[in-house]
């Protein structure tokens, strides 16, 4: 089974900048997203399993990049120009798909990690 394991989640203010991690055995597609309180999951972005293609919420496109290194073995989440709407619990992600748009689907990702508390202030 896969195992996720996050770090980088903290506190900071807003226009500031804040980088995710996350280590999984997965070669398969990948995903972050985010819940706050009182909010159901939703979507952040999500990456192929080779990394080349990339998929983003609107809400966070243009300020986010999710990324993947080359063993494979680590997802990343670069936030930049965070805003308090941004604020949650982060969880990484990882599908039994490698690629395409059903991605965005929360329904599609078996495994989870524990999440990582972002907390941006005004």
């Known amino acids: 089974q896969v195992q996720l394991v996050e770090s980088g989640g903290g506190l900071v203010q807003a226009g500031g900048s804040l980088r995710l991690s996350c280590a999984a055995s997965?070669?398969?597609?990948m995903a972050w997203f985010r819940q706050a309180p009182g909010k159901e999951r939703e979507f952040v972005a999500a990456i192929s399993w080779g990394g080349g293609v990339t998929y983003y919420a609107d809400s966070v496109k243009g300020r986010f990049t999710i990324s993947r290194d080359n063993a494979k073995n680590t997802l990343y989440l670069q936030m930049n120009s965070l805003k308090p709407e941004d604020t949650a619990v982060y969880y990484c992600?990882?599908?039994?798909?490698?690629?395409?748009?059903?991605?965005?689907?929360?329904?599609?990702?078996?495994?989870w990690g524990q999440g990582t508390q972002v907390t941006v202030s005004s």
């Open positions: 992600a990882a599908s039994l798909i490698r690629s395409g748009p059903q991605l965005r689907e929360t329904q599609r990702y078996p495994y």
């Open positions: 997965s070669s398969n597609g």
